[in-house]
């Protein structure tokens, strides 16, 4: 059997009613839209590499275990892909309606945990597919290698034959019970094994544990609560979203003009933008402390392709009391240099480990308490979450229309209104921010600011390099008449940007969720 690990077990956990754990990408297509049942075609050939696609997760008796998959009896593709349009224009608000409106319903628990929406009519002639699964099947890079294989690398691929498939039986209670138990003192077994490998090395050994102490220390210490804001407090079961993107190509010529990474850049971009959301908010930003999840991939090579989760996180307080971009850059730089020694990762990752030995008849109960406490209480320690996922830098297709964009959807929860995912793909980033709909129509501002922050950087970057300056140093001179790529890169004009809101229309009325974005689902 296969269970689910403690943090995707905890996915689950984390819905109330209000949370809705169900991450996505909404991939923009070049048009004209394919017929829906060559979309039916095309994902019936690739299930034989998808297994998750058509198990479903079954409790174990009394919570004598995490849960676990197994195959749905009643398997049917067409519940799973769904059918829709954007009413005319089919503007990018309405798109951004339609999003937030498939992500604010729950995924039936009784069946496999996905969805996969056709959505025609964008602006244009482009279509869309969202790709919508619950967090517990994948973390983002998951997803993403996820993405690879129902989609296409090449233009011209060639749909195959669906693979025969019959659903194996569901293991009876006391199974998954004895398998339950067998597995966690398996787990536990193996990590004595690696004991007596700690008095060959009692140094080492002892230098990681104290490593991994002081690095709980420390993300505890970091859970103060902060001065309230509004952009957190309690949230309701609907979403507001909106998106925007940048060149790759700007971030990098960014980071080689005032160093750092591209995470930095990224961090330093979403700081700017959320000093301008808080302004736009009433709230003043240089009082303001606004302390971010950051999710870390602690994903090894041995695990790719494994559909699970995988992350520690950092807990990073943007720097929005900066208003000069080079500024809040450097001090990014500086910031999350340190605190990737930290050494907080690696606690998480150990809480992680620890998490799949403890009993989940404990477990469980535990976290769904703290849920209902933090949905009644409220939380101060976190204002929000920030991920990053390394897209595929090649393009990717869909019945032979190439994919033009990769905008992601991350979940919020209690106390966190907002928060924002990036994901790159084929040169390009593409940022969704994710809202509460009552309480935070405004997430155009923050998606709009975060790619202009890119461009006034990449402002700042080439104005440097104009003064032959990089990282801080003289930059090297070249000689003869041919200029490089990179040279040319900093001539370039910005990449074309498309920040978008589709949660407020211009006349500053909120948008009615039953009607907006109406559209025709083929099947229920």
Same mark, same amino acid.
């Given at each position: 059997m296969e269970r689910l690990n403690s943090l995707d077990a905890e996915f689950l956990h984390l819905e109330d009613g209000f949370v809705n754990m169900a991450i996505a990408g909404s991939c923009v297509f070049e048009g004209p839209s394919p017929p829906f049942h060559e979309l039916e *075609?095309?994902?019936?050939?690739?299930?034989?590499?998808?297994?998750?696609?058509?198990?479903?997760? *079954?409790?174990?008796?009394?919570?004598?275990? *995490?849960?676990?998959?197994?195959?749905d009896p009643h398997f049917d593709l067409s519940y799973h892909l769904r059918h829709t349009a954007l009413p005319a224009?089919?503007?990018?608000?309405?798109?951004?309606?339609?999003?937030?409106?498939?992500?604010?319903?729950?995924?039936?628990?009784?069946?496999? /945990?996905?969805?996969?929406?056709? +959505?025609?009519?964008?602006?244009?002639?482009?279509?869309?597919?969202?790709?919508?699964?619950?967090?517990? #099947?994948?973390?983002?890079?998951?997803?993403?290698?996820?993405?690879?294989?129902?989609?296409? #690398?090449?233009?011209?691929?060639?749909?195959?034959?669906?693979?025969?498939?019959?659903?194996?039986?569901?293991?009876?209670?006391? /199974?998954?019970?004895?398998?339950?138990?067998?597995?966690?003192?398996?787990?536990?077994?193996?990590?004595v094994r690696d004991v007596p490998g700690s008095f060959e090395h009692p140094a080492e050994a002892l230098r990681s544990m104290l490593e991994t102490a002081e690095g709980a220390v420390r993300f505890a210490r970091r859970l103060a609560p902060t001065r309230p804001l509004s952009i957190e407090g309690p949230i309701g079961p609907h979403r507001s979203w909106a998106h925007s993107s940048s060149s790759l190509a700007d971030v990098k010529l960014i980071r080689s003009a005032f160093g750092g990474t591209v995470n930095d850049v990224v961090l330093a971009a979403v700081a700017g933008g959320y000093r301008a959301l808080l302004t736009e908010r009433g709230d003043d930003p240089d009082q303001a402390v606004v302390r971010s999840l950051v999710p870390v991939s602690t994903r090894h090579a041995d695990a790719r392709g494994v559909p699970d989760n995988r992350v520690s996180a950092l807990l990073y307080e943007l720097p929005v009391q900066l208003d000069d971009p080079v500024?809040?850059?450097?001090?990014?730089?500086?910031? #999350?240099?340190?605190?990737?020694?930290?050494?907080?990762?690696?606690?998480?990752?150990?809480?992680?480990?620890?998490?799949?030995?403890?009993?989940?008849?404990? +477990?469980?109960?535990?976290?769904?308490?703290i849920i209902r406490s933090m949905s009644v209480l409220g939380q101060q320690s976190l204002n929000t979450v920030t991920t990053n996922v390394p897209g595929p830098q090649f393009p990717l297709y869909c019945l032979g229309r190439v994919m033009l964009e990769y905008r992601p959807f991350v979940p919020i929860s209690h106390g966190l209104r907002v928060?924002?995912?990036?994901?790159?793909?084929?040169?390009?980033?593409?940022?969704?921010?994710?809202?509460?709909?009552?309480?935070?129509?405004?997430?155009?501002?923050?998606?709009?600011?975060?790619?202009?922050?890119?461009?006034?950087?990449?402002?700042?970057?080439?104005?440097?390099?104009?003064h032959g300056q990089s990282n801080g140093k003289p930059a090297a001179r070249r000689s003869g008449g041919s200029q490089s790529g990179g040279r040319r890169a900093v001539a370039a004009p910005p990449a074309a940007r498309r920040p978008t809101n589709g949660a407020r229309p211009s006349n500053g009325r909120r948008p009615n969720l039953a009607t907006a974005g109406r559209h025709t689902i083929r099947k229920p």
């Open positions: *075609r095309l994902v019936a050939s690739k299930l034989h590499q998808i297994p998750r696609y058509r198990q479903r997760v *079954r409790p174990v008796p009394f919570e004598l275990g *995490r849960p676990v998959w197994v195959d224009p089919g503007d990018d608000a309405a798109f951004c309606l339609l999003m937030g409106r498939i992500m604010s319903q729950p995924l039936d628990r009784e069946r496999p /945990l996905w969805e996969t929406w056709l +959505v025609e009519g964008l602006e244009g002639g482009n279509w869309a597919i969202v790709f919508k699964i619950h967090h517990c #099947m994948v973390d983002g890079i998951a997803g993403v290698e996820l993405l690879t294989v129902v989609l296409d #690398m090449a233009a011209k691929a060639v749909i195959g034959e669906p693979e025969p498939w019959a659903p194996r039986p569901e293991p009876p209670g006391y /199974l998954k019970v004895l398998d339950a138990w067998s597995g966690l003192v398996s787990d536990t077994l193996a990590t500024e809040r850059l450097e001090l990014v730089h500086a910031q #999350m240099t340190q605190l990737k020694s930290s050494h907080i990762s690696e606690a998480g990752e150990a809480v992680t480990t620890i998490g799949n030995l403890a009993p989940p008849m404990l +477990v469980g109960p535990a976290s769904r308490l928060g924002t995912a990036i994901l790159s793909y084929n040169g390009n980033l593409f940022f969704g921010i994710t809202g509460d709909y009552e309480t935070m129509p405004d997430v155009g501002v923050l998606a709009a600011a975060i790619s202009a922050g890119i461009d006034e950087l990449r402002e700042c970057a080439v104005a440097r390099l104009a």
